[in-house]
């Protein structure tokens, strides 16, 4: 069956947008606590979150909670269609992309590459349970990361949500990037095929 998209994520917008500010916040906390247990979760490298808007759920609980060696980033539009990310800390300049979403303020040369990152947690509209991400519809993560399509992770990609946010199951696109986890604030939903789970990837090679 095909998910009419446009009316579903106006639903599923409207769903996290209603959640009281108190649950978002504790929510918040419950999703780092997720997002540091996971299995390939590093313990250096470029990490990656996002500025959150619209009722997203924040990731700066996790951010300030990542090992001393993760050097956080956030994504930066690039004139090729496919992100970049830029290291940024509290307190760093920003400046708002043409879909007014703050971005670092800082020169093209710094930026750095989706191949260079370790982890990239990616925002979301919608999700189901095999890993599957619906977001705002440009495509902005499925090109960055489509060589993830011939080698596997990392950089691992793992969606946050609230457990509003999933739904039973979604139409995937030959060109859709599945994710490697969803973490909400109750839970861990692993999606890595059992290949992978049976035989894991060291997140941090000696």
């Not at 599923?12 to 916040?25: F, G, K, N, T, V």
């Not at 470029?46 to 990542?66: C, N, P, R, S, T």
């Not at 290949?195 to 090679?205: C, E, K, M, Q, R």
Request: charged share 20%.
């Amino acid at each position: 069956m095909t998910v009419d998209r446009v009316a579903l994520r106006r639903e599923l917008r409207a769903r996290r947008r209603a959640l009281p500010a108190s649950e978002r916040i504790a929510a918040a906390d419950r999703l780092a606590a997720h997002l540091l247990a996971l299995p390939f979760a590093p313990a250096s490298g470029y990490v990656a979150g996002y500025w959150a808007m619209d009722g997203e759920i924040a990731l700066h609980a996790w951010q300030l909670k990542l090992p001393r060696e993760c050097v956080y980033c956030l994504p930066v539009l690039h004139h090729d269609q496919r992100l970049r990310f830029a290291p940024w800390r509290p307190g760093d300049g920003l400046v708002s992309n043409q879909h007014g979403i703050p971005e670092p303020d800082i020169a093209p040369s710094s930026l750095l590459d989706p191949e260079q990152m370790t982890l990239v947690v990616t925002p979301l509209v919608g999700f189901d349970g095999n890993g599957h991400r619906l977001g705002m519809g440009g495509g902005w993560y499925d090109r960055s990361f489509a060589f993830r399509h011939r080698q596997p992770a990392p950089p691992w990609l793992v969606g946050a949500a609230f457990d509003v946010q999933r739904i039973d199951a979604l139409d995937r696109a030959d060109w859709d990037v599945a994710l490697d986890a969803v973490c909400t604030e109750s839970t861990t939903h692993d999606c890595r095929p059992a290949s992978i789970t049976a035989n894991p990837i060291d997140a941090n090679p000696a």
